[in-house]
């Protein structure tokens, strides 16, 4: 009788180690998809990359020394750096909004070991950002191929490096909403965490272009190919043409992943909510 007893205690301990999992992840998604400011920033992700892909489309020309599938890739994912924002907002808001809200107690209250939960944040916003990234990307070149072919643009097949262009820049969407949330649980705060990341995605590169091209130093110009907008423009270029190679360019974005959530987790282990 103690042996059974004993044998199916320790069942459903197992089990509910397995629900608990689940059910963390299932939570945050469940908090993602009941918020309207989720639903807002998908709609303006896709209307952004729609009004963009039919404008370049309807103005784009093939030029000397360019080649069609640059063309349409590139068509493809313009609207990566500008949707990339919302992205991070988005991300910042998933974390900063229940902090300024204080539903952050009852979250942890719930999941007292706090890192499961922030962990099953960013993957459930990651996941969000890559799905979202292949939706416009997709919308994008439905609308952009059939423009430039009736400029008598041969659109190539997806197996030319479209389709890599497209992963790629939904894998750099994954990682912008996954450095966001992780800056929103760092800082603690969305618009702290918003201000980042536009510092990251937008004023950055600027300021090290600016820099690069007074003081005429070429190690500036060598570093800025790794900051993470511009990590994106080469994930989302054709396969080798970017400015880092392929497996450089994922192994320096997740690089950002790392750095940014190291602290994070640290953060939030340890400071008082």
Not at 55 to 63: D, P, Y
Not at 178 to 205: C, D, K, N, Q, Y
Request: aromatic content about 4%; overall charge positive.
């Amino acid at each position: 009788m103690t042996t059974t007893a004993r044998a199916s205690a320790s069942r459903p301990s197992a089990t509910g180690a397995r629900l608990r999992l689940d059910g963390v992840l299932h939570s945050e998604l469940l908090k993602l998809v009941t918020v309207r400011s989720t639903w807002w920033s998908i709609a303006i992700s896709v209307l952004l990359a729609l009004a963009l892909a039919l404008a370049i489309g309807s103005a784009a020309t093939l030029e000397e020394g360019t080649s069609a599938a640059a063309l349409v890739a590139g068509g493809t994912t313009v609207h990566l750096q500008f949707v990339g924002l919302v992205i991070a907002v988005l991300g910042a808001l998933s974390v900063g909004g229940e902090y300024s809200t204080g539903m952050i107690r009852s979250t942890y209250t719930a999941v007292p070991r706090r890192l499961p939960s922030l962990v099953g944040r960013g993957v459930v916003v990651a996941a969000a950002s890559f799905v979202v990234g292949l939706v416009t990307c997709s919308g994008s070149l439905a609308i952009i191929a059939p423009l430039l072919a009736g400029k008598g643009v041969t659109v190539p097949p997806l197996t030319d490096g479209l389709l890599a262009s497209i992963l790629g820049g939904a894998f750099y969407l994954a990682v912008v909403g996954a450095v966001s949330v992780g800056l929103g649980a760092l800082l603690r705060s969305t618009a702290a965490a918003i201000g980042v990341s536009v510092g990251l995605l937008f004023v950055l590169p600027i300021i090290t272009s600016i820099a690069g091209g007074l003081i005429h130093a070429d190690w500036i110009v060598d570093a800025s190919r790794f900051l993470l907008s511009n990590i994106g423009v080469s994930l989302a270029e054709l396969p080798g043409a970017g400015a880092i190679s392929d497996i450089g360019s994922v192994l320096a974005a997740l690089g950002w992943v790392v750095a940014v959530w190291v602290p994070a987790l640290l953060v939030t282990r340890v400071r008082d909510v």
